[in-house]
Structure formats: structure tokens, C-alpha cells
């Protein structure tokens, strides 16, 4: 059962969803021209050294200050110089601007069902790393959510999300599902992060109600949250 400082966090990031979601981002980002650093390096699977083919590796030299981050919809980057993803040996590529220890950008590397890893880019540690930079991502836990109404039966449909919050930043991932007739569905489409998550859903129609359930995870973890949306928004 939710707590009432739980219940009005979740429904807090709903309707910063709803509201983010609705407003399309007018600011463009901006291309680096003069690229004089080279970056290369592979991305591997952290269990077994095996190249991940596809990782995407994007370069960031300013984040904006929004304190929600909506994961699959769209990036806090304002100036990202560079993007590329890996080949089948996973490597990668990338030609930088002028970047000294004092100009510095952050390098994020993600893959569907990893761990996100970001890493600072400068030229001395291009230049620490001659040969390349390897890069381990750590499996995402995988959370297996069981949707369920307020008679506690299985919900055919609903909005599921999840969230985890630091320092008054909140990352957040909110779309709405099909389950099946069990109410049930492995959510992990973008990876659901490590540490204390919290999962909320809504339901669907004419009287939606809300539930939510904390979990806390770790990488390669397997997990189950049932949900029950017994609350009235």
C-alpha cells in the first residue's frame, strides 16, 4: 500500500509525464564543427567480454537543468557533438571537437537491456588511452509486473512507468500497455535502472485509479511487482 508521500510523488511524475510528453522540445541540437579529438574504443557485455553490436555512443558537452528525464522521449542534451553505434565487433568511431582537460564532454554508452554508462571525453584521456577505451555494460534488471484493478482481478490495460529519484533529479519511463489475461508483462523495453525503483500504474477508462510498489534492484537481477490500482486519482 502506498504511503500518502508515495502516492503524491507518483502521481507528481504522471502528470510531469503527461505534461512533457504533450510539449514538443523547440530547442535544436547544435552540430561541433573543427573535430580534432578521435575517440575509439569496443563495448563489451560485462559477463562475458562478448562485443555488443549496436550500442549506441553519443557525445554531450551541456545538459539542460529539467528535473524530470523521460527515458525513449527524447535527450537532456542541448549540444551533442557526436553520435555513432558499434559494429559487430563492437567498435566505435568518433571524431570530437578541440576537447582539453578544462573543455571536457560526457560520452554515454547505451544498449537495449544494458546499463547505461557515461564517461568524461577530453584529449588527455584520448591520449590516456591510445589503443581505445573498453566499455562494460552490466545487464538491466529485468522486472516481471502483474497488473491487477481495484477488485484485484487482472487489469487487460493500463499505463505502467517507472521511477527513480537522486539529488531531486527524476528519471522516469510512463507509456501505456496491453498485458495479458493474466495481467501480467516483463517490463524492460529500455532497461529499468538499478537501485530503489518505484512502479506506478494507472488504469485505463472513464474512473482510472492508481497504484504503485517500490523495488529495489540490482543488475542481471530478475524481479516481480504486482500492482494493484485501488487508489482513486
Known amino acids: 500500500m502506498c504511503s500518502n508521500w508515495l502516492t503524491n510523488r507518483c502521481l507528481a511524475v504522471a502528470v510531469a509525464i503527461a505534461v512533457l510528453a504533450s510539449v514538443e522540445c523547440a530547442t535544436q541540437r547544435k552540430a561541433a564543427r573543427d573535430l580534432t579529438t578521435l575517440l575509439t574504443g569496443r563495448v563489451l557485455d560485462d559477463r562475458a567480454a562478448q562485443p555488443i553490436e549496436g550500442a549506441r555512443v553519443s557525445v554531450c558537452a551541456h545538459k539542460n537543468n529539467d528535473p524530470v528525464e523521460l527515458i525513449g522521449m527524447g535527450s537532456r ?5 557526436a553520435i555513432t553505434v558499434t559494429d559487430s565487433a563492437g567498435s566505435f568511431r568518433l571524431a570530437l571537437g578541440a ?37 562494460n555494460l552490466r545487464p538491466a534488471p529485468v522486472v516481471d509486473v502483474t497488473l491487477l484493478n481495484a477488485n484485484g482481478m487482472p487489469l487487460q ?27 501480467t508483462l516483463s517490463f524492460a523495453p529500455e532497461g529499468v535502472p538499478e537501485g530503489r525503483v518505484t512502479f506506478f500504474s494507472i488504469s485505463a477508462g472513464e474512473d482510472p485509479h492508481f497504484g504503485a510498489n ?14 494493484r490500482t485501488d487508489k482513486s486519482m
Open 77 to 81: 542534451c542541448e549540444t551533442e557533438i
Open 214 to 227: 517500490t523495488v529495489t534492484t540490482k543488475a542481471a537481477g530478475r524481479y516481480a511487482v504486482t500492482l
Open 99 to 135: 576537447l582539453s582537460s578544462e573543455n571536457s564532454a560526457k560520452v554515454e554508452f547505451t544498449a537495449p537491456g544494458y546499463l547505461p554508462i557515461e564517461k568524461t571525453a577530453s584529449s588527455q584521456a584520448s591520449q590516456e588511452h591510445p589503443d581505445g577505451l573498453t566499455i
Open 157 to 183: 490495460q493500463g499505463g505502467l512507468g517507472w521511477f527513480v529519484e537522486d539529488a531531486g533529479f527524476i528519471r522516469a519511463q510512463y507509456s501505456s500497455h496491453f498485458s495479458s489475461q493474466q495481467g
